[in-house]
């Protein structure tokens, strides 16, 4: 079965800074999809980032990228130039497709941005 | 409208009521999930729907009830509740498999449940 490792349940960042959230996983499939979800006090959860394991190409959307290590299981995101709207619980989530419609989640890191 | 919408946001019940959570997806998917948030664990998958036929069911017990009417809604009818069903629910959808994008779930905001 496939596990979803997020070893840092608190993180702090100050504000402007860049921050790195680290999401492991275990699997034995090579093609599957990789996530990172944002859930802010407001409780809804919000698609920050996706990554297709197929590309090599790091995915990117603004601020928010991704560093896909495919051979070490390693999805870690990065924040750049972080903001107050950041701070939040974010999830990192995996999905093969091969038999179940199943997202598996970790157990979040919860985001503080310092002013 | 937003993209999925849920309510009640809050309900308070005790163990011998009957009540319902309501899902709805504005963004033309067919496949409708229900997951159960609880403190310091991850999401839990309960139902999946696919074109309105429940597809997964990951163990859960009975008191708990999906319908999927149609493409668009989807219910979890709730009776004989315990203290331990108290939790976030979080419904999503998502295209269908084989599709293409089926793997993208979207979230709705969630029904924070207390079962006095």
């Known amino acids: 079965a496939q596990t979803v490792t997020q070893s840092q349940p608190e993180m702090s960042v100050q504000e402007a800074e860049t921050v790195t959230l680290s999401c492991t996983y275990d699997?034995?499939?090579?093609?599957?999809?990789l996530f990172w979800y944002k859930q802010p006090p407001s409780r809804q959860m919000i698609l920050v980032i996706r990554?297709?394991?197929?590309?090599?190409q790091n995915a990117t959307e603004n601020r928010f990228s991704v560093n896909f290590q495919k051979a070490a299981k390693s999805f870690s995101l990065k924040i750049s130039d972080s903001q107050l709207g950041d701070a939040a619980m974010y999830f990192c989530?995996?999905?093969?497709?091969?038999?179940?419609?199943?997202?598996?989640f970790g157990k979040g890191t919860k985001l503080s941005v310092i002013p | 409208e937003t993209g999925v919408t849920q309510t009640p946001r809050h309900l308070v019940m005790g163990m011998t009521n009957k009540k319902s959570l309501k899902c709805e997806q504005h963004?033309?998917?067919?496949?409708m999930y229900w997951y159960k948030q609880s403190a310091k664990k991850p999401l839990e998958l309960m139902f999946v729907?696919?074109?309105?036929?429940?597809?997964e069911n990951n163990s859960v017990p009975s008191r708990f009830s999906p319908e999927c009417p149609n493409s668009s809604h989807l219910f979890l009818h709730l009776h004989t509740l315990q203290p331990e069903d108290s939790a976030l629910y979080l419904c999503?959808?998502?295209?269908?498999?084989?599709?293409?994008?089926?793997?993208?779930?979207?979230f709705g905001p969630g029904t924070r449940l207390l079962v006095l």
């Open positions: 999503a959808s998502s295209l269908s498999p084989g599709t293409g994008g089926q793997e993208t779930q979207y």
């Open positions: 699997t034995s499939e090579s093609d599957y999809y």
């Open positions: 990554q297709e394991a197929y590309k090599q």
């Open positions: 989530a995996y999905y093969s497709g091969a038999g179940s419609y199943q997202l598996t």
């Open positions: 963004l033309g998917h067919n496949a």
């Open positions: 729907y696919n074109f309105k036929e429940q597809t």
